[in-house]
């Protein structure tokens, strides 16, 4: 639960693997599904 929240909140510097397998398996879904890359650029 702490993990989603920080995830959620925007505050998560890093996901980890198990934290993202288990987000995907919960889901049915993949990564590319919930992740979205964007340069420092795009964020400032």
Not at 13 to 33: H, M, W, Y
């Amino acid at each position: 639960m702490a993990n989603l929240s920080i995830l959620k909140n925007g505050k998560a510097k890093a996901v980890r693997f198990s934290t993202l397998e288990t987000i995907c398996k919960t889901l049915d879904c993949q990564p590319g599904d919930i992740l979205e890359y964007k340069n420092d650029e795009d964020t400032q």
